[in-house]
């Protein structure tokens, strides 16, 4: 665990910045946890407890997309609402420009409010009906108690024009708006007060591949002139690989690999990584026949209330040996930039040679025949 | 309602000869009057299905694929309390009968024997207060005259075949104790169990995660190279339609604007909007792009199509044919000599040359 955050720093210097020259830490996540009680009985005895974040590190840098990729229950929503601080972490701490949010009350968060924003998946359920648009984007400077230059009702109308919405739209209700404008909405309101870290969970996802577009787009213009970090989360490989600098894989709980965009489509280290690759339908029939080198992996991710023991993906890899059973593999730089938390990686050196395979590891994924 | 029916339900009474093909559906519309207006869900679809093949539709939402697969399955025919909401017209051809203007009684034998549907969600689409293998056997038991028992163990079977374990155990689950992914798998157990002829698949992965995903279109894939079934899916994800269509129809708007091989919609796509779709997915299997292209603007409303091709106002090459056509004329579906349809009013050359010059380099 000490060795880790040396090689973070030695990763940042090294790693070229795509944004900007400086590869300053905006975020930085150590040991964050959140583990949800589960109450029993009349006295509300806690029974057991949900680990949906259970111990991830990461940095997110200046001007930087990070991606978040992983199965529904992995913990990525959490992780976004942990780092925006709408939930209270269990353990681990949450540093924002150097300062610790880790466990700031209300009051200690709303300056910080500010510099962190976040965008929500529904577009429906994250927009309150009896709020005009007006209402929902000029709410923030109310919070805040700041008057922008020019007065609230003209920023506004800056913000709608930013985000491709027609200004004079002002005083309608979100009910008036399609699915992809009213996640406009809800970019502008986030942009409102000038952030400096965007936390978008699923921006895209609740919409149509023409509107999903778009607003892909969008997002990427505005990191261009706003200058903004990102922190994107979802579940579409192929989204995030076209948003992302950066991209951390996680599996029940914890990162098992982060790596920067190219190295990590290009080689990924981590069965899990590999195989959730390969599940992507690709949009072309005559590579049809590529599908029959897929691998499936069988059965659905365990239970997060009680993680399999050791290599918690253990259950379902098809490189498990007797070491992955009892010792949870620490996520390590096997190359710069690309850690990995794996016994066995692939594209790179075994980390524990010669163990021995637990029997019907082999069996527990299958290829598709064609 | 029945002499309803009959007549076709638009008025124009049903005339036409029954097809060779196993399914032929032929200028099918199905509209709702609502207070606003009348909603052109369907508005004129024809298409043909062999079997042991799969046809795909994909369109955005709204754009009126589940309603067609609806439809077929006679599912419109009858509302609540016996009210016909939807006014139904056209041919719906499968195996040489009619089912449009065919009996409820004909239609419901038909249903989850010749044609089974499995749905998006899997957890509304099953009953929360039976057995996952009550459910099951009850399919099977309204089909066919066998006992309580043997149902049963068919149910087993069937739920051994789509790879849940321990099917003799989870038989008596009830549909919330088991994943996402079981669930659906049960659902496909529930449609195959009495080997139907035409299975529609209504985006059958779309709330799944991409391994379950996987699982799944390999298991639909098997079945029907073992049961000889045709298979509709429809989805918005052109990933899925590559992977499982022989052949492709694009929808718009309640009408097909393309439809051909899987391979010629992919690598020849002649609609500005399979166009679009393309530039706008992000590719997994190519170089990264810089930037997506998106169509411009929001699908249409279906009570008020936009006169002319309704593609028009969200169409970059909207003002290529003369005469302000796209805005006043409606392009018809023509075939352009490979079995290769497309509804259009730019000419074949013209939309060649913006396909090869200006779109597939950027893609």
């Given at each position: 665990m000490t060795e880790t955050p040396d090689m973070k720093k030695t990763d940042t210097a090294v790693i070229p910045r795509q944004a900007t020259d400086s590869p300053e830490v905006l975020l930085k996540v150590s040991g964050l946890t959140k583990h949800f009680p589960i109450t029993k009985g009349l006295l509300r005895r806690q029974a057991g407890a949900v680990k949906a974040v259970d111990g991830i590190d990461f940095d997110v840098r200046r001007g930087e997309t990070l991606g978040i990729v992983g199965e529904s229950g992995c913990g990525k929503s959490t992780m976004g609402r942990l780092i925006t601080r709408l939930l209270e972490p269990t353990g681990g701490t949450v540093e924002f420009e150097g300062k610790d949010i880790t466990h700031l009350?209300?009051?200690?968060?709303?300056?910080?409010?500010?510099?962190?924003?976040?965008?929500?998946?529904?577009?429906?359920?994250?927009?309150?009906?009896?709020?005009?648009?007006?209402?929902?984007?000029?709410?923030?400077?109310?919070?805040?108690?700041?008057?922008?230059?020019?007065?609230?009702k003209p920023e506004v109308q800056r913000l709608?024009?930013?985000?491709?919405?027609?200004?004079?739209?002002?005083?309608?209700?979100?009910?008036?708006?399609?699915?992809?404008?009213?996640?406009?909405?809800?970019?502008?309101?986030?942009?409102?007060?000038?952030?400096?870290?965007?936390?978008?969970?699923?921006?895209?996802s609740a919409l149509d591949v023409s509107i999903q577009a778009q607003v892909?787009?969008?997002?990427?213009?505005?990191?261009?002139?706003?200058?903004l970090t990102y922190v994107i989360i979802a579940h579409d490989l192929s989204v995030i690989r076209h948003v992302s600098d950066r991209i951390a894989v996680m599996y029940l709980g914890?990162?098992?690999?982060?790596?920067?965009?190219?190295?990590?489509?290009?080689?990924?280290?981590?069965?899990?990584?590999?195989?959730?690759?390969?599940?992507?339908?690709?949009?072309?029939?005559?590579?049809?026949?590529?599908?029959?080198?897929?691998?499936?992996l069988k059965g659905d991710v365990p239970s997060p209330i009680s993680p399999p023991s050791g290599c918690r993906f253990h259950t379902r890899c098809w490189k498990a040996t007797q070491v992955?059973?009892?010792?949870?593999?620490?996520?390590?730089?096997?190359?710069?930039?690309?850690?990995?938390?794996?016994?066995?990686?692939?594209?790179?050196?075994?980390?524990?040679?010669?163990?021995?395979?637990?029997?019907?590891?082999?069996?527990?994924?299958?290829?598709?025949?064609? | 309602m029945t002499d309803l029916t009959k007549t076709g339900v638009l008025g124009q009474p049903v005339v036409g000869t029954a097809p060779t093909a196993f399914l032929e559906v032929r200028d099918l519309k199905v509209h709702f009057p609502t207070e606003d207006g009348l909603v052109k869900s369907v508005d004129g679809l024809s298409f043909t299905l062999e079997k042991g093949k799969t046809l795909g539709i994909v369109g955005e939402s709204?754009?009126?694929?589940?309603?067609?697969?609806?439809?077929?399955?006679?599912?419109?025919?009858?509302?609540?309390?016996?009210?016909?909401?939807?006014?139904?017209?056209?041919?719906?051809?499968?195996?040489?009968?009619?089912?449009?203007?065919?009996?409820?009684?004909?239609?419901?034998?038909?249903?989850?024997?010749?044609?089974?549907?499995?749905?998006?969600?899997?957890?509304s689409a099953m009953h929360p207060y039976f057995t996952i293998g009550k459910q099951i056997a009850e399919a099977y038991r309204v089909h066919n005259k066998v006992d309580k028992k043997a149902a049963r163990k068919r149910a087993v079977d069937l739920l051994d075949r789509v790879g849940i374990p321990e099917p003799h155990k989870r038989v008596d689950s009830y549909p919330h104790e088991f994943s996402g992914g079981m669930r659906q798998r049960a659902m496909i157990a529930m449609a195959l169990v009495n080997n139907p002829e035409l299975l529609i698949a209504d985006e059958p992965t779309t709330a799944l995660d991409v391994t379950v995903q996987a699982q799944i279109l390999d298991l639909i894939r098997d079945l029907q190279k073992?049961?000889?079934?045709?298979?509709?899916?429809?989805?918005?994800?052109?990933?899925?339609?590559?992977?499982?269509?022989?052949?492709?129809?694009?929808?718009?708007?309640?009408?097909?604007?393309e439809r051909g091989t899987a391979e010629k919609v992919f690598y020849e796509p002649r609609h500005p909007y399979t166009w679009g779709l393309l530039g706008s997915m992000p590719r997994i299997d190519r170089e990264q792009t810089e930037r997506l292209i998106p169509v411009k603007g929001s699908p249409p409303s279906l009570i008020n199509i936009p006169s002319g091709c309704a593609f028009n106002p969200r169409c970059p090459y909207a003002d290529v044919p003369k005469d302000n056509v796209t805005r006043t004329v409606r392009p018809e579906l023509t075939?352009?000599?490979?079995?290769?349809?497309?509804a259009c009013h730019m000419t074949h050359e013209q939309r060649t040359r913006i396909w090869t010059e200006e779109i597939a380099p950027k893609l």
């Amino acid at each position: 665990m000490t060795e880790t955050p040396d090689m973070k720093k030695t990763d940042t210097a090294v790693i070229p910045r795509q944004a900007t020259d400086s590869p300053e830490v905006l975020l930085k996540v150590s040991g964050l946890t959140k583990h949800f009680p589960i109450t029993k009985g009349l006295l509300r005895r806690q029974a057991g407890a949900v680990k949906a974040v259970d111990g991830i590190d990461f940095d997110v840098r200046r001007g930087e997309t990070l991606g978040i990729v992983g199965e529904s229950g992995c913990g990525k929503s959490t992780m976004g609402r942990l780092i925006t601080r709408l939930l209270e972490p269990t353990g681990g701490t949450v540093e924002f420009e150097g300062k610790d949010i880790t466990h700031l009350g209300v009051a200690g968060m709303r300056p910080l409010r500010r510099d962190i924003q976040m965008i929500f998946q529904d577009p429906y359920g994250s927009l309150n009906p009896r709020h005009t648009v007006g209402t929902i984007v000029s709410a923030p400077f109310k919070l805040q108690n700041v008057m922008p230059e020019g007065g609230i009702k003209p920023e506004v109308q800056r913000l709608l024009s930013l985000v491709g919405l027609n200004p004079e739209h002002y005083n309608r209700y979100p009910h008036e708006f399609s699915g992809g404008q009213r996640q406009r909405i809800g970019i502008a309101r986030a942009l409102a007060l000038n952030p400096k870290l965007v936390v978008a969970d699923e921006p895209v996802s609740a919409l149509d591949v023409s509107i999903q577009a778009q607003v892909v787009n969008l997002l990427d213009d505005l990191q261009q002139e706003l200058g903004l970090t990102y922190v994107i989360i979802a579940h579409d490989l192929s989204v995030i690989r076209h948003v992302s600098d950066r991209i951390a894989v996680m599996y029940l709980g914890k990162i098992v690999e982060l790596a920067d965009n190219k190295a990590l489509y290009g080689a990924p280290m981590h069965p899990y990584t590999t195989a959730l690759m390969s599940a992507v339908p690709v949009p072309d029939p005559r590579r049809r026949g590529a599908a029959s080198g897929r691998i499936l992996l069988k059965g659905d991710v365990p239970s997060p209330i009680s993680p399999p023991s050791g290599c918690r993906f253990h259950t379902r890899c098809w490189k498990a040996t007797q070491v992955c059973t009892t010792q949870e593999p620490p996520l390590l730089a096997l190359k710069t930039g690309h850690q990995v938390a794996c016994h066995h990686p692939e594209n790179a050196p075994d980390q524990v040679p010669g163990d021995q395979p637990l029997p019907g590891a082999a069996d527990a994924v299958s290829t598709v025949s064609e | 309602m029945t002499d309803l029916t009959k007549t076709g339900v638009l008025g124009q009474p049903v005339v036409g000869t029954a097809p060779t093909a196993f399914l032929e559906v032929r200028d099918l519309k199905v509209h709702f009057p609502t207070e606003d207006g009348l909603v052109k869900s369907v508005d004129g679809l024809s298409f043909t299905l062999e079997k042991g093949k799969t046809l795909g539709i994909v369109g955005e939402s709204g754009s009126g694929k589940s309603v067609t697969s609806l439809g077929i399955m006679g599912l419109h025919r009858v509302g609540q309390y016996g009210r016909q909401r939807a006014r139904i017209s056209g041919e719906i051809w499968l195996n040489g009968k009619e089912l449009l203007t065919a009996e409820e009684d004909e239609v419901r034998k038909l249903r989850g024997r010749e044609i089974a549907m499995i749905f998006q969600d899997p957890l509304s689409a099953m009953h929360p207060y039976f057995t996952i293998g009550k459910q099951i056997a009850e399919a099977y038991r309204v089909h066919n005259k066998v006992d309580k028992k043997a149902a049963r163990k068919r149910a087993v079977d069937l739920l051994d075949r789509v790879g849940i374990p321990e099917p003799h155990k989870r038989v008596d689950s009830y549909p919330h104790e088991f994943s996402g992914g079981m669930r659906q798998r049960a659902m496909i157990a529930m449609a195959l169990v009495n080997n139907p002829e035409l299975l529609i698949a209504d985006e059958p992965t779309t709330a799944l995660d991409v391994t379950v995903q996987a699982q799944i279109l390999d298991l639909i894939r098997d079945l029907q190279k073992e049961f000889g079934s045709a298979v509709i899916m429809i989805t918005h994800d052109l990933g899925v339609v590559a992977e499982m269509a022989d052949e492709l129809l694009v929808m718009y708007g309640g009408r097909c604007v393309e439809r051909g091989t899987a391979e010629k919609v992919f690598y020849e796509p002649r609609h500005p909007y399979t166009w679009g779709l393309l530039g706008s997915m992000p590719r997994i299997d190519r170089e990264q792009t810089e930037r997506l292209i998106p169509v411009k603007g929001s699908p249409p409303s279906l009570i008020n199509i936009p006169s002319g091709c309704a593609f028009n106002p969200r169409c970059p090459y909207a003002d290529v044919p003369k005469d302000n056509v796209t805005r006043t004329v409606r392009p018809e579906l023509t075939e352009d000599g490979t079995r290769h349809w497309s509804a259009c009013h730019m000419t074949h050359e013209q939309r060649t040359r913006i396909w090869t010059e200006e779109i597939a380099p950027k893609l």
